[in-house]
């Protein structure tokens, strides 16, 4: 029988009703999970196998507050069903959530042009390790910004590692790399070398992508965390245990600072200086090394006297991990890495600390960047005479804390007959110094190449760096590193000539800028169009400092790797906290839901 016109426009009708209904739903669910998102909460304990069937998850109490409330739609679905959706069909939820933020970012790091590429420490999530990528970028209102893109799965073997994380940063995330002009990676440990080979694949197909130091990491424990030598690797871990050691209770850093009292006790202000420093986490510090020659007695002793527990103050625990701190300490391995590191970083921890400083201390440090090659060159070539006396340091500082003197126990038990005989000074030369010496050297060009060391100098277009060099010419060879970049190269000459004469002299009273946030600041740089496109691309470049108002997602993504308990961590959920203040628009959101998973929006 032919359905009459009325007939076909009731059915019409009813679909699109029908058809709203399931976006209206999608919508309730959506806006309860990132509400969820940008508070931090978990829906459900990630690594359960059941879903929450008892109404107890906090996504199933919320989608009840809301029927409770009176969303109709959703109360009529959940009593058809009896739940809203399953614990797959809210992972891919949340998938889409991930997927809408990262495309939101992908457009504004779009809109501003040049970025840097940046990655941290190696996240466990889901008995999986993941790589986290940060995006750093000058915004329209020139102001630094740094955005969470998301985990890269790290997986795989190492060979095809690169090509696959490559393949997803431009492909399935929409970076155009042909944009990126800087990367820089924190990770340390036993999966560097991935990061690394990731690091020269990128590099190697995107030239421009110039590798550098981050400035959330000191350059000399970078340095030292990316050395797979045992010794090396035993102090960097011991450092870590030792920060999280003393981490957990105030009581434990009053006992060190009782034992530093102890070795200093006619040295009152070099005591108070040291308890000073190690209420900091120093093994963090650009020192840190030397810092830790001078408390390596009292922190053996204050490990020690936990350990014996005499007065049954510490848990079976904490006993144990002072255990575990004190049988690093008493390694002779331990004492000579440390020694070698104390004394080879000494060449580079100015310079560190100059190159993470101010817009002059920057410009200071790129031009002493030689100086610097140059001292740990002359430590290569002497080094017989170098070694010998940090064999003496480490030996004497090991009788002082009556640690024998031998190669490692490792080495001898796997080539007992090759290094049987071989004295300690000889293997810690060849297998230690000349090593840790030549990987330095390396790092150091490696990480600041001639267009890093450039890009570093181009800081003297910021004010205050002019007026204090008002003596020099411009560094125009140092600026023609962007000459690709700006916008006319025809007026660059010029118009530098005439940046250089407006902050060359200062009248009285008159402060001038003096950083590349203030410059970039300035009302009258955009009158300057090759400088401004200069100082922005200065301004993306991963050694430099942010301002704590443009450092938000790095804080951020801290206090949730530090905060969230480790079966609670999800990827999607990081990507959502960490980028609160992206708007959601949820009609969007469905859309994309509905088009990636149309067989299961159906079924919801």
């Known amino acids: 029988m032919k359905k009459s016109q009325e007939d076909t426009v009731k059915e019409d009708v009813q679909t699109l009703s029908e058809e709203d209904e399931n976006k209206e739903f999608l919508k309730s669910l959506f806006e309860v999970l990132l509400l969820l998102g940008e508070q931090s909460i978990p829906p459900i304990t990630y ?3 059941k879903w929450d069937t008892q109404g107890l998850g ?109 393949s997803e940063i431009t492909e399935s995330w929409g970076l155009d790399m042909e944009q990126c002009r800087g990367q820089a990676h924190s990770c340390s440990g036993t999966r560097f070398s991935k990061v690394k080979t990731f690091a020269a694949a990128l590099l190697k197909r995107y030239p421009m992508a110039v590798l550098t130091l981050r400035s959330t990491r000191t350059l000399n424990i970078v340095l030292a965390g990316g050395m797979a030598l045992s010794g090396v690797q035993l102090v960097m871990s011991t450092f870590m245990k030792i920060e999280s050691f003393f981490s957990q209770s105030p009581f434990l850093q009053l ?28 093994t963090r510090r650009h020192d840190a090394f030397n810092v830790a020659m001078e408390v390596l007695e009292a922190l053996l002793l204050c490990v020690d006297s936990v350990h014996d527990n005499e007065d049954m103050r510490w848990t079976d625990q904490v006993t144990h991990n002072a255990l575990e701190i004190s049988k690093a300490l008493t390694d002779f391995e331990f004492i000579m890495a440390l020694v070698v590191l ?28 030689k100086a610097v090659l140059h001292s740990l060159k002359e430590v290569s070539e002497n080094i017989d005479v170098y070694h010998e006396f940090w064999n003496d340091e480490a030996v004497n500082l090991a009788a002082a804390m009556e640690i024998p003197v031998k190669v490692p126990r490792s080495i001898l038990r796997k080539h007992q007959s090759e290094y049987r005989n071989i004295r300690p000074e000889h293997y810690y030369k060849n297998h230690l110094s000349v090593l840790v010496v030549d990987y330095i050297i390396k790092e150091l060009n490696e990480l600041f190449c001639e267009e890093h060391v450039k890009t570093l100098r181009c800081l003297t277009l910021v004010p205050t760096v002019i007026e204090q060099n008002k003596s020099t010419e411009p560094e125009e060879d140092s600026i023609q590193v962007f000459k690709n970049d700006i916008p006319t190269v025809a007026t660059l000459s ?38 401004l496109a200069i100082l922005r691309l200065i301004g993306i470049m991963p050694t430099l400092s942010l301002e704590d108002s443009c450092n938000v997602a790095y804080k951020r993504f801290k206090m949730y790797i530090e905060d969230i308990p480790l079966k609670f961590k999800s990827k999607s959920l990081a990507v959502i906290n960490l980028n609160y203040d992206v708007g959601c628009d949820l009609d969007s959101v469905v859309e994309m839901y509905m088009k990636t998973n149309p067989e299961e929006a159906e079924e919801l």
């Not at 009152?268 to 120093?282: D, G, P, Q, S, Y």
């Not at 004394?343 to 031009?367: E, M, P, R, W, Y």
Request: aromatic share 12%; glycine share 4%; hydrophobic share 40%.
């Open 47 to 49: 690594g359960d196998s």
């Open 342 to 369: 104390k004394n080879v970083t000494a060449l580079t921890q100015a310079f560190g600390q100059n190159v993470q400083g101010k817009a002059t201390d920057i410009h200071f440090a790129a031009a002493s960047l």
């Open 255 to 282: 006992e060190l600072e009782h034992a530093i009292s102890i070795f200093y006790p006619n040295k009152e202000e070099k005591a108070n200086k040291l308890k000073e420093i190690c209420r900091t986490n120093w």
């Open 494 to 531: 010029a118009e530098l000539h005439c940046w250089w004469v407006k902050w060359s002299k200062k009248g009285k009273g008159e402060t001038f800028p003096s950083s590349l946030h203030e410059t970039l600041q300035l009302p009258d740089v955009k009158f300057f169009p090759n400088m």
């Open 58 to 166: 906090n996504f199933q109490a919320l989608l009840e507050y809301r029927m409770n409330c009176g969303d109709g739609n959703l109360k009529k679905r959940y009593e058809v069903n009896k739940q809203c959706c399953s614990s797959a069909q809210l992972i891919h939820l949340l998938e889409v959530c991930e997927k809408f933020i990262r495309s939101k970012l992908v457009e504004e790091v779009k809109h501003n042009g040049f970025f840097s590429l940046l990655t941290d420490d190696l996240v466990k999530i889901s008995e999986e390790w993941y790589l986290p990528v940060f995006i750093r970028f000058v915004d329209q209102s020139n102001c630094q910004r740094e955005r969470f893109f998301g985990f890269l799965n790290l997986e795989e073997d190492e060979d095809v590692l690169a090509e696959k994380l490559l």
